[in-house]
């Protein structure tokens, strides 16, 4: 037990509150305090809004925060995809937090020890405002002088409109809306070479057929993954795009618990996965997923 000498069998959780955080986003942390001094913290996931963990409240107080599946169980029901799964995620980590504490040990203890001292990041890199070969090329670059090793982008059918004519027919891509994009990644590739992994996100409304005409495209250079290029419901024509192109597909920020992740990966409908913790249902719950795209499928988490 922790030197503080906390009584497990007696901590109840008295109080839940949250501090919003004005940013590029509003960040709400979550603070859950207990009769005995010891409180936990979590985070609301980016953009999402303090009400989904304040809705939380009335069920977890007076109960013991070290029953944390119990509670995850109690909120459950009430949780659903994408921002809405921010709160029970908030919550779930701030209890792991209130359990480490108690016992002394680091969180990945609870989860089973510890497989490696560093885990290697990725920098998301919004779209320039110039959103040029030349101005993608230069912020993407900037992320490498940060000391970034594995960079990330966003590159959505967008940027053609009003810029390249005959780039989109609507939602539709043309071969000169495809020859454009390809320029912006090679752009990119000559400017940061071909030691740093390189991956895309933020397509924007595309149709199987032209995530298939894209990622073909885009194969010469060497991509990490294509993230998001159909919405995570589409289960089949996410499935139908990653048998057609050799670049890994990835998918799953949105995605709330193990039950929403388990159709995607039964059917293999990409080959990465991407929990975010902060929607996914928080620490317990995305080992939960992870493990199980490994032992079903084989399949990474990033």
């Known amino acids: 037990m922790n030197k503080e000498s906390f009584d497990p069998t007696t901590l109840k959780i008295t109080d839940l509150r949250v501090a919003v955080i004005a940013s590029n986003f509003d960040y709400t942390l979550v603070r859950i305090d207990t009769n005995q001094g ?28 070290l029953n944390v599946d119990k509670l995850f169980r109690i909120m459950k029901p009430f949780a659903g995809h994408g921002r809405e ?15 480490g504490k108690v016992y002394g040990v680091p969180l990945y203890q609870l989860l089973g020890g510890k497989y490696r001292d560093k885990i290697r990041i990725y920098a998301d890199t919004p779209t320039p405002k110039e959103p040029t070969p030349e101005g993608y090329a230069e912020k993407v670059l900037e ?16 940027i053609l409109r009003d810029r390249v004519p005959g ?46 005409r894209l990622g073909n495209a885009l194969e010469k250079f060497s991509l990490a993954w294509l ?24 998918t799953g920020e949105d995605i709330f618990s193990l039950n929403g992740f388990r159709e995607l990966i039964d059917k293999r409908a990409v080959r990465i ?29 990033a």
């Open 38 to 65: 010891v409180y936990g913290l979590g985070e609301v996931r980016d953009a999402g809004h303090k009400e989904s963990a304040l809705m939380y409240k009335g069920l977890i107080l007076g109960q013991n925060p």
């Open 167 to 212: 780039g989109l027919i609507g939602n539709q891509l043309t071969d000169k809306g495809i020859a454009y994009m390809v320029s912006i990644v090679e752009a990119i590739r000559e400017a940061v070479g071909y030691e740093i992994p390189l991956a895309i996100d933020h397509f924007g409304p595309l149709s199987v057929g032209d995530c298939i």
């Open 273 to 301: 996965i991407h929990p975010d913790l902060l929607t996914a249902g928080g620490v317990r719950e995305t080992k939960k997923i992870a493990d199980y795209a490994e032992e079903k499928s084989a399949m990474p988490t």
């Open 85 to 99: 799964g921010g709160g029970i995620s908030a919550i779930e980590i701030a209890l792991c937090d209130i359990i």
């Open 227 to 250: 993230e998001d290029m159909r919405p995570w419901t589409d289960i089949e024509g996410n499935r139908e795009i990653t048998q057609a192109i050799r670049t890994p597909t990835l």
């Open 143 to 158: 992320r490498k002088k940060m000391g970034m090793t594995f960079i990330k982008f966003d590159m959505g059918i967008n």
